[in-house]
């Protein structure tokens, strides 16, 4: 059994602190998205072989379009059915054209984790590596490297990634390219920070005097040194990542249709939102649920990470 400290136990008494037990104990927000979003997303092909409730996520039946939640009952005036009533063969209704909203949404889950994790995998490579050669190396490759950081970070998320999309053109690897070529900025400006620090210590200094190489120095005394903050940086970026997935598909610059993404599940459902709003809400919802529940570990893993933070 899980026990509490006595300052969150004396909280209970005075009213919760959610967002001080949650930054605590992040893993109430991660075990909700695990259980809710990631396992489903995994299992998501057998998951619609079992269930009657899981259907295919891009094609619907014009007959079941709009279908309201099933815990919707009929809408009725004067003994004449207005609307249909829901069915628990589509849990959170359908759309517009008679897909299964909570299909698309476990499907939509699984891309949305899988744009984020080789976006930031590959966009942690880049500006890692861009970072430790500026802060070791210094000179002219400090200032053309840190030049491109000021470039980019000057230019407005939203309209670099317009730019980049009209130019690549859409699809999955396209929004992976735009993503990392936006967010590798910030791996460079954080872990260059680190490496200035780090260059004058005694160790690097003696590997240094024993002859050991530039490239062995950086790679096997200077970057295992800075991974706490690069793990720290990838978590945090998680959210801003899916954020900025759906907002580029919700725009038409991102996935195609009929792609089951979140972005472009709120697209269509913006012009329901009166006489359909579970085709926005709920999609809108998973995007919310996961942006919150990475952000909490990013903060708490950034607090275990740091010794000057730990205890606070």
Do not use: C
């Not at 209970?12 to 037990?21: L, Q």
């Not at 984020?116 to 000179?139: D, F, K, M």
């Amino acid at each position: 059994m899980t026990t509490f400290p006595t300052d969150v136990i004396a909280a209970e008494k005075t009213g919760w602190r959610w967002p001080r037990i949650l930054r605590r104990y992040p893993w109430f927000a991660l075990s909700v998205l695990f259980l809710v979003l990631v396992l489903p997303a995994i299992f998501a092909d057998l998951l619609r072989a079992v269930l009657p409730f899981v259907h295919d996520p891009e094609t619907g039946k014009l007959s079941q379009r709009l279908l309201p939640p099933a815990w919707i009952g009929p809408q009725e005036l004067n003994g004449i059915q207005l609307t249909p009533g829901g069915s628990w063969e589509f849990i959170l209704g359908t759309d517009k054209v008679g897909r299964d909203v909570l299909s698309r949404i476990i499907y939509g889950a699984r891309i949305s984790l899988l744009v984020s994790g080789i976006s930031i995998l590959i966009a942690g490579t880049i500006g890692t590596t861009l970072g430790v050669l500026a802060g070791y190396l210094g000179g002219w490759w400090d200032h053309l490297i840190m030049r491109l950081v000021d470039i980019s970070h000057a230019i407005p998320t939203i309209i670099l990634a317009m730019v980049l999309s009209i130019a690549l053109g859409s699809g999955f690897l396209s929004v992976v390219i735009v993503i990392s070529l936006i967010y590798w900025n910030s791996y460079a400006r954080l872990v260059r920070a680190q490496v200035l620090a780090l260059r004058s210590k005694d160790f690097v200094a003696r590997a240094q005097m024993s002859g050991v190489s530039t490239f062995k120095i950086m790679l096997r005394h200077i970057l295992p040194n800075v991974t706490n903050t690069i793990v720290v940086i990838a978590t945090l970026e998680v959210g801003q990542v899916i954020l900025l997935e759906a907002t580029m598909s919700f725009l038409g610059i991102g996935l195609p249709r009929p792609t089951p993404a979140w972005g472009l599940m709120v697209a269509d459902g913006r012009d329901l939102i009166v006489e359909a709003w579970w085709v926005a809400l709920f999609p809108g919802l998973a995007i919310l649920l996961t942006v919150l529940s990475m952000n909490l570990f990013g903060d708490w893993l950034r607090d275990r990470l740091d010794p000057k933070l730990r205890n606070l």
